[in-house]
């Protein structure tokens, strides 16, 4: 149990163009699921907190109207990269806190990632 | 302010040898949750253990074992006779008290472990 999954797994795409990341929780419902993104040898960087049903809580100085996110149900959000540039090529994931009772709450469980290159 | 510290960039190992990983974190929080990762080259984080800040009680999972010291802000892990599957970059990561709080998580910047056959 506690599967997320995220499509694509990997996307290349021109500059300019938008690009959309499907995150979704497979066997739990998720009111709360996270966006990261990870640089080559670095950490992950809390991108933004997706809320359902709500607007996301983006962190300090990543830009809204750029990476769009929607969490329209308790099992899916997605982000759209909106007019990517070479600069936005970068592995994104997502995660998802599990809120059934027997499922301790504060576990992220996270999906495998989509590497996404801007050419 | 909230910090993971992993101190090892990149640790490496001869299969069957011990190793320990380290992770030392900061919080003002009276609860908040320690985490482990692990991401193999394919890219997924995998959930390794999650600790309670009031439940310092060690942990061991077949060759995995973990040790959480409140005294020193510790939470360190342990690979016993490791192995060539091992290897992989771990992370380890601190979450905020629940209650009401987003659940964000603070990563450590990873320590990349090399089992050599």
């Known amino acids: 149990g506690a599967v997320v999954s995220q499509h694509p797994s990997r996307v290349i795409c021109k500059s300019g163009t938008s690009v959309k990341i499907e995150c979704r929780s497979l066997?739990?419902?998720?009111?709360?699921m996270f966006w990261y993104r990870q640089f080559p040898k670095k950490s992950l960087m809390l991108m933004a907190t997706?809320?359902?049903?709500?607007?996301?809580?983006?962190e300090q100085g990543v830009e809204k109207d750029k990476f769009l996110i929607n969490h329209a149900s308790l099992t899916l959000s997605t982000l759209t990269v909106t007019s990517a540039h070479p600069e936005d090529s970068s592995f994104y994931i997502c995660?998802?806190?599990?809120?059934?009772?027997?499922?301790?709450?504060?576990?992220?469980?996270f999906g495998p990632g989509t590497r996404l290159l801007v050419l | 302010a909230q910090k993971v510290t992993q101190a090892q960039t990149e640790i490496s190992v001869v299969e069957k040898e011990d190793v320990t990983l380290d992770c030392v974190y900061e919080?003002?929080?009276?609860?908040?949750?320690l985490f482990w990762y692990k991401q193999p080259p394919s890219g997924e984080l995998v959930f390794l253990i999650r600790?309670?800040?009031?439940?310092?009680q060690n942990e061991i999972s077949g060759r995995y074992s973990w040790n959480f010291q409140k005294s020193t802000s510790s939470f360190n892990f342990t690979i016993t006779a490791s192995q060539v599957v091992d290897s992989a970059v771990y992370f380890c990561?601190?979450?905020?008290?629940?209650?009401?709080?987003?659940?964000?998580?603070?990563f450590g910047k990873g320590t990349k472990l090399s089992v050599k056959p």
């Open positions: 995660s998802a806190r599990d809120f059934r009772w027997e499922r301790p709450q504060e576990t992220q469980y």
């Open positions: 997706s809320n359902e049903g709500s607007k996301a809580t983006y």
């Open positions: 990561a601190l979450g905020e008290g629940y209650g009401g709080s987003q659940g964000n998580l603070i």
């Open positions: 919080t003002r929080d009276t609860t908040y949750y």
């Open positions: 066997d739990f419902q998720a009111t709360t």
């Open positions: 600790r309670n800040s009031f439940d310092e």
